[in-house]
């Protein structure tokens, strides 16, 4: 079971969400270390990524982002704050995109 899941819906589209996803994806693996492994699909893309103490995944499809994180024992008593900023910047990250499809 998940310690942390978050969903967010967006009207981007499967292109522009994967390419969103990887940029995210590249920003993690060089700001918090995380090893990330990028698996295409037509209608899913799964996301998967791992760091000392923490596990998870993003199922990118072209509606939402959904994001399931296993936290280390070590991880856990800082649930409260990766939850909030995975919400923060996820949500901010695809109102960014939103805005530049217009």
Not at 7 to 31: M, V, Y
């Amino acid at each position: 079971m998940s310690d942390i899941t978050y969903s967010q819906a967006h009207s981007l589209g499967l292109p522009k969400a994967r390419e969103l996803a990887k940029h995210w994806s590249d920003q993690a693996a060089q700001k918090m270390g995380l090893s990330c492994k990028y698996q295409e699909s037509d209608e899913r893309d799964t996301l998967a990524f791992e760091s000392s103490g923490v596990t998870g995944t993003i199922v990118v499809t072209g509606a939402s982002l959904d994001l399931d994180i296993k936290l280390g024992m070590m991880m856990k008593p800082f649930k409260a704050m990766i939850e909030g900023e995975v919400a923060k910047n996820l949500g901010r990250m695809i109102e960014k995109a939103s805005g530049s499809q217009a």
